[in-house]
């Protein structure tokens, strides 16, 4: 199977899904599995709803790793964040969730996710959330 059989989203007009527990984070093989490298992702437009309030919470989100076997492919990854702008979660729960669905996608050596929240009441929350700490790049 050739790298456009295998990514569905790519190169085409799609829909955007209406939650996380709809969309498919997409991968392709790493090219360079041979050298351990840091793919960094990163967007200012990331927004939630607060489950009690029903208000958006907005952050900046990066996602960084070191790709094992697999890499994401970025425009899946545009539509699965898309998806949790009608999704009600706490912003740990949201950030902790992104870093569960792209570790069960893309297996990698090393993964952080952090998610910069927009303040509320004067307040900003920012939650991080790893994978394999152990294996973080220097």
């Not at 990514?7 to 829909?15: A, D, Y």
């Not at 996380?20 to 927004?47: C, G, M, W």
């Not at 919470?57 to 070191?66: A, E, M």
């Not at 910069?116 to 152990?134: D, N, Q």
């Amino acid at each position: 199977m050739n790298q456009k059989q295998e990514l569905s989203l790519l190169g085409k007009h799609s829909e955007f899904f209406h939650s996380p527990d709809e969309a498919k984070l997409e991968t392709f093989p790493n090219r360079s599995p041979q050298r351990p490298y840091v793919v960094t992702l990163e967007t200012e437009e990331f927004s939630s709803l607060c489950p009690v309030t029903g208000q958006p919470d907005s952050c900046v989100l990066s996602i960084s790793y070191v790709p094992a076997e697999r890499v994401v492919e970025t425009k899946s990854l545009k539509y699965y964040l898309v998806s949790f702008r009608n999704y009600p979660a706490f912003n740990e729960q949201v950030v902790n969730r992104i870093l569960d669905d792209l570790v069960a996608a893309v297996q990698p050596s090393w993964m952080r996710v952090v998610g910069r929240f927009s303040p509320r009441g004067g307040i900003r929350l920012t939650t991080t959330a790893e994978h394999r700490p152990e294996n973080r790049p220097a």
